[in-house]
């Protein structure tokens, strides 16, 4: 099997790394995440994982810039999301993010797509299986729908010991805006 791992961050990506690799399976990444706002989270996350591809010699595709919401007007985004409950605009996030990854697997010859997400305690776990079941149909592809949560602390272990960049919130201008770290987070920005 030939399977693309979208990648929201590199500390999510640890654990999963580790566990494909260890089983033989080949695989690449795919970096898409219109949902990380403002742009200087979405540059730290993204520099994040290009060293983290090079020091373990990982191929990771990464969108194009006019792909990406996330250089785009940050008032429009947030007009978009924020008209909705947590739930839904989640929904709305998993499904425009597992959609991207299905069509660039089909389009590059990859035998199945999945998400680091599916290793985030803090991420619906039984709503990505079932947009990931739907948008695998919609491009017919198999999702590889395999949880990974066990594996959560271990992996958020390695990125510190790796001293990876770990942010404080889920990436969307709303999970920062809702975060109890909002403070911390922007005194971190200005201090950098």
């Known amino acids: 099997m030939k399977l693309l791992l979208h990648v929201c961050c590199a500390p999510c990506l640890e654990y999963q790394f580790q566990v494909i690799k260890n089983e033989n399976i080949e695989f690449e990444g795919y970096f898409y995440n ?15 994982l290009e060293y983290f591809a090079e020091k373990n010699s990982f191929l990771v595709h990464y969108s194009k810039p006019s792909e990406d919401i996330s250089l785009f007007n940050i008032l429009s985004f947030e007009n978009m999301w924020k008209n909705f409950e947590t739930e839904e605009r989640c929904m709305n996030c998993y499904r425009i993010r597992l959609d991207r990854t299905a069509k660039f697997a089909v389009e590059n010859g990859f035998d199945a797509f999945t998400s680091t997400l599916m290793g985030s305690i803090y991420q ?13 149909i919609k491009y017919n592809i198999q999702f590889y729908a395999r949880d990974f949560r066990e ?6 272990t ?3 010991e790796h001293g990876l960049y770990r942010q ?3 990436g969307c201008i709303c999970s920062l ?3 109890a770290l909002k403070g911390k987070i922007l005194a971190s920005v200005k201090r950098d």
């Open 151 to 156: 594996g959560f602390r271990i992996g958020q």
């Open 158 to 160: 390695m990125a510190k």
């Open 177 to 179: 805006d809702e975060s």
């Open 124 to 136: 619906n776990f039984d709503l990505l299986c079932e947009i990931g079941n739907e948008i695998s």
């Open 34 to 48: 219109p949902n990380i706002q403002p742009d200087w989270e979405y540059i730290r996350r993204k520099k994040t």
């Open 168 to 170: 404080k919130y889920c």
